[in-house]
């Protein structure tokens, strides 16, 4: 499958933006999917899973209450919806897709290219 993420932008923080993720291919909804970033400096981080249906769901801490992964099988996107965004939040987003749900980068195996999000305090 291939990843195509977008939406990304400079925003304020206490902002919102939303990131899709279009897969292509018939087997996008047999797959996991997944959101990582990387900020500056630092090594890529996992951000939120979803189950091939949804009914399974992962968040890292940080993102709890803020961040809400979801997504339209019949559209093969998959969503971040990031509200009260904190300059911490700036990285670049990338979304991924795996055999299994996992917060291990390693576990996945198809990634997009990857869409900047900057915070601005």
């Known amino acids: 499958v291939q990843l195509q993420a977008s939406g990304g932008g400079l925003v304020q923080a206490g902002d919102s933006l939303r990131l899709p993720c279009a897969g292509s291919g018939r087997t996008f909804s047999s797959y996991y999917m997944g959101w990582f970033r990387r900020a500056p400096g630092k090594e890529r981080e996992f951000v939120a899973a979803m189950s091939q249906r949804g009914g399974i769901t992962y968040y890292t801490d940080s993102v709890k209450g803020r961040f809400t992964i979801s997504r339209d099988n019949a559209k093969n996107t998959v969503y971040l919806q990031m509200n009260s965004l904190k300059p911490e939040d700036t990285a670049v987003y990338y979304c991924?897709?795996?055999?299994?749900?996992?917060?291990?980068?390693?576990?996945?195996?198809?990634w997009g290219q990857g869409t900047q999000v900057t915070v601005s305090s």
């Open positions: 991924a897709a795996s055999a299994i749900i996992t917060r291990r980068s390693i576990e996945y195996d198809y």
